[in-house]
């Protein structure tokens, strides 16, 4: 009988794990994206940075410590495949993958030093039940794993089913998503005191998480800063 990794390399050798980026066959010890895509992956570099661009488009909104992005998604990037696949093919693993180099990151810089509790932002129970998952979660889960910070998911939850983001303006997408967050009742004992690291997959115009961090900072005296993998550029 072959032992476990030696079928698993013999499997990859007929049905090979492909870069899902660029479609390359995956080396053996590459996840999700071959070294190539991983070196061109346009990193932002703001999580060293307190007051960088996408910490600003909270300003004035809602008061959180810090926030950043992993990477920048501009229209036509390749990139962008990461993250359809993440919320539409049933890919959980690339948000496990996307966390851990985010957290990574975050694991060296001196804004995130104090973070005590990872919240990944929550879907619907009726959307997570189409998709399979949340993949905030999968995003948060991997960020976990790299700082050695807990995650919880029973923190924050969604009261209402709303309608997509997608194509709303930002007007739109704030009125779709205001008040429809709260805090599980036994929760807000749990953040007060805290410095809490809220995660989204992508940031647009932040309406979302702004809610999340608003909900979170009304229920407790507690810190809340914002990451997510990706922001729209």
């Given at each position: 009988m072959k032992p476990v990794g030696l079928l698993s390399d013999f499997v990859n050798l007929i049905y090979p794990n492909c870069c899902e980026v660029c479609g390359t066959p995956l080396g053996l010890r590459e996840r999700v994206m071959c070294s190539g895509c991983r070196y061109k992956l346009p990193r932002t570099g703001y999580w060293s940075q307190k007051e960088n661009p996408v910490a600003q488009i909270f300003w004035g909104?809602?008061?959180?410590?810090?926030?950043?992005?992993?990477?920048?998604?501009?229209?036509?990037?390749?990139?962008?495949?990461?993250?359809?696949?993440?919320?539409?093919?049933?890919?959980?693993?690339?948000?496990?993958?996307?966390?851990?180099?985010?957290?990574?990151?975050?694991?060296?810089?001196?804004?995130?030093?104090?973070?005590?509790?990872?919240?990944?932002?929550?879907?619907?129970?009726?959307?997570?039940?189409?998709?399979?998952?949340?993949?905030?979660?999968?995003?948060?889960?991997?960020?976990?794993?790299?700082?050695?910070?807990?995650?919880?998911?029973?923190?924050i939850f969604r009261r209402q089913y709303n309608e997509t983001q997608t194509k709303k303006t930002r007007e739109e997408r704030w009125s779709n998503v205001a008040e429809i967050f709260a805090v599980h009742p036994h929760a807000a004992a749990l953040i007060a005191g805290k410095h809490i690291l809220l995660v989204d997959d992508v940031l647009t115009t932040g309406s979302t998480v702004e809610a999340c961090a608003a909900t979170m900072l009304n229920a407790a005296a507690c810190r809340v800063s914002v990451v997510t993998v990706a922001v729209a550029k």
């Amino acid at each position: 009988m072959k032992p476990v990794g030696l079928l698993s390399d013999f499997v990859n050798l007929i049905y090979p794990n492909c870069c899902e980026v660029c479609g390359t066959p995956l080396g053996l010890r590459e996840r999700v994206m071959c070294s190539g895509c991983r070196y061109k992956l346009p990193r932002t570099g703001y999580w060293s940075q307190k007051e960088n661009p996408v910490a600003q488009i909270f300003w004035g909104r809602v008061p959180v410590e810090t926030a950043c992005a992993l990477f920048f998604m501009s229209k036509g990037s390749p990139y962008r495949k990461l993250l359809h696949k993440l919320k539409y093919a049933n890919k959980p693993h690339i948000g496990v993958t996307l966390g851990q180099l985010l957290g990574n990151e975050l694991d060296k810089a001196a804004a995130y030093s104090d973070v005590e509790l990872i919240v990944p932002v929550p879907l619907h129970p009726k959307r997570e039940r189409k998709r399979g998952y949340n993949q905030s979660e999968k995003i948060a889960a991997g960020i976990g794993m790299a700082t050695g910070k807990p995650v919880r998911t029973d923190v924050i939850f969604r009261r209402q089913y709303n309608e997509t983001q997608t194509k709303k303006t930002r007007e739109e997408r704030w009125s779709n998503v205001a008040e429809i967050f709260a805090v599980h009742p036994h929760a807000a004992a749990l953040i007060a005191g805290k410095h809490i690291l809220l995660v989204d997959d992508v940031l647009t115009t932040g309406s979302t998480v702004e809610a999340c961090a608003a909900t979170m900072l009304n229920a407790a005296a507690c810190r809340v800063s914002v990451v997510t993998v990706a922001v729209a550029k």
